[in-house]
């Protein structure tokens, strides 16, 4: 996914975020679009330093100058503004990635969005 999903539909896409976790499924919906509007409007802002040290924690799992690696976009951080991070996953990789991810972002005290299932996971 490159700058709100230019490149949706040729990867399996995911969206962190600094903040609350959304009650409920029209929060978490309400709470992507907003994001999106967001990098549509990019400022340049800098990506949150949680979003870096997550990205930093993805890439020790599989780095991206590996033989094999399961990133859509290099380096993986580069389409994180501010509080948003949306990167994408090459399509072989997304079962065990996209688990895996969620699963870190719950540990970095993140949300993690699934907008090709429209809902918040883990």
């Given at each position: 996914?490159?700058r709100?999903?230019?490149?949706l539909?040729?990867?399996?896409?995911?969206?962190?975020w600094?903040g609350?976790?959304p009650?409920?499924?029209d929060?978490?919906?309400?709470?992507?679009?907003?994001l999106?509007?967001?990098l549509?409007?990019?400022?340049?802002?800098?990506?949150n330093?949680r979003?870096?040290?997550?990205?930093?924690?993805?890439?020790?799992?599989?780095?991206?100058?590996a033989?094999?690696s399961?990133?859509?976009?290099?380096?993986?951080?580069?389409?994180?503004?501010?509080d948003v991070?949306?990167?994408?996953?090459?399509f072989?990789?997304?079962?065990?990635?996209?688990?895996y991810a969620?699963?870190?972002?719950?540990?970095?005290?993140l949300v993690?969005?699934?907008?090709?299932?429209?809902?918040?996971?883990?």
């Amino acid at each position: 996914m490159s700058r709100a999903g230019i490149i949706l539909g040729m990867s399996y896409d995911l969206v962190v975020w600094v903040g609350e976790r959304p009650d409920d499924a029209d929060a978490a919906d309400a709470k992507y679009d907003e994001l999106m509007e967001l990098l549509e409007s990019d400022d340049g802002s800098p990506a949150n330093p949680r979003l870096v040290a997550y990205a930093d924690a993805l890439l020790e799992r599989w780095p991206a100058d590996a033989r094999v690696s399961p990133w859509v976009v290099e380096p993986l951080i580069s389409d994180a503004v501010g509080d948003v991070f949306p990167f994408g996953v090459q399509f072989e990789h997304a079962e065990v990635v996209a688990s895996y991810a969620a699963g870190l972002a719950i540990k970095h005290g993140l949300v993690c969005y699934d907008p090709q299932e429209g809902r918040l996971r883990p």
